[in-house]
């Protein structure tokens, strides 16, 4: 695309972006690492919450044992 491609004057000076002049772009080698971390943050809390649901699932359906309620009193 040229300067008169985009509508502007020919002699109009355009900014060239950094990848036009040859310099290595190091943001998203850098954001990579970051990223991942992120992700595997997110996978172990959605990991662990579903486990914590599953153990109050079954929790919920054990069936409990109920002794009689025993009074503190002894009768003659």
Not at 40 to 66: C, E, K, N, Q, S
Request: charged share 20%; glycine share 8%.
């Amino acid at each position: 695309m040229t300067a008169t491609d985009a509508g502007e004057s020919p002699g109009a000076h355009r900014r060239k972006h950094r990848h036009d002049l040859g310099q290595e772009d190091h943001g998203p080698k850098l954001a990579q690492s970051t990223t991942h971390a992120i992700q595997m943050l997110l996978g172990l809390w959605i990991a662990l919450t579903l486990v914590f649901v599953v153990y109050a699932l079954v929790d919920g359906t054990r069936p409990r044992d109920v002794a009689p309620p025993t009074s503190s009193v002894r009768t003659p």
